[in-house]
């Protein structure tokens, strides 16, 4: 007897099977997280050398040098933060779309297959969830981080450019996420109906 292979859609090869999408979007986010949370304690040590720097008293000899030697640190810290996490390839709209489309034709595959399990979907739901409910800390650090540097580089001078381009980077990311979390909540329901239909039947 010839046992035929299951046949694997063609949406999967496109964009992949919903639990891969969402690990790759697990992985980018604990990648921002662990880069965000490295630049704020970067930033807090600047900010408080800074501050002991300008309030010191009596003002050291040597405060243009200091503060040029903290500038150059500054400015490469958030140079550093620009080029580790600037990748065109690798922005989480794409993610986005890649998980739209993958979750959306799993969801109608489900519904057309009389075999399907409600169980694999309430499954799906619960990781979407749970991968939305990871964004607001990560977008409320990202604000607070933003608020951060902007107060502190403007305290000291020439660093305009370096904290343009790490601000752009952190704006960007959270416009991406809120886009993720809207994106997610509407997949979320959308499995929630497919799933109940699948227990009518």
């Not at 408080?48 to 503060?67: A, F, N």
């Not at 996490?85 to 794409?94: G, I, K, V």
């Not at 959270?174 to 329901?189: F, H, N, P, Q, W």
């Amino acid at each position: 007897m010839v046992v035929k292979e299951a046949k694997v859609p063609e949406w999967v090869s496109l964009w992949g099977m919903p639990d891969d999408v969402l690990g790759r979007i697990g992985e980018q986010l604990d990648y921002y997280k662990n880069a965000t949370n490295k630049l704020r304690e970067q930033v807090r040590v600047i900010a408080r050398e800074t501050i002991d720097l300008l309030l010191s008293s009596p003002l050291p000899i040597d405060i243009d040098e200091q503060k040029r030697d903290i500038v150059e640190r500054y400015s490469a810290i958030l140079v550093q933060f620009a080029a580790t996490t600037d990748d065109p390839d690798a922005t989480l709209n794409q993610m986005w779309t890649d998980m739209e489309q993958s979750v959306s034709f799993y969801l109608l595959d489900a519904g057309h297959n009389d075999g399907a399990d409600p169980t694999e979907v309430r499954d799906l739901i619960d990781k979407l969830t749970r991968l939305r409910n990871r964004i607001p800390a990560l977008a409320a650090e990202i604000s607070n981080l933003s608020a951060v540097i902007k107060g502190s580089a403007g305290a000291l001078p020439s660093l305009d450019l370096a904290t343009a381009q790490s601000l752009d980077i952190l704006g960007r990311t959270a416009c991406e996420l809120d886009m993720g979390a809207a994106v997610m909540t509407r997949l979320i329901g959308l499995a929630k109906h497919q799933h109940n239909l699948l227990r009518v039947e």
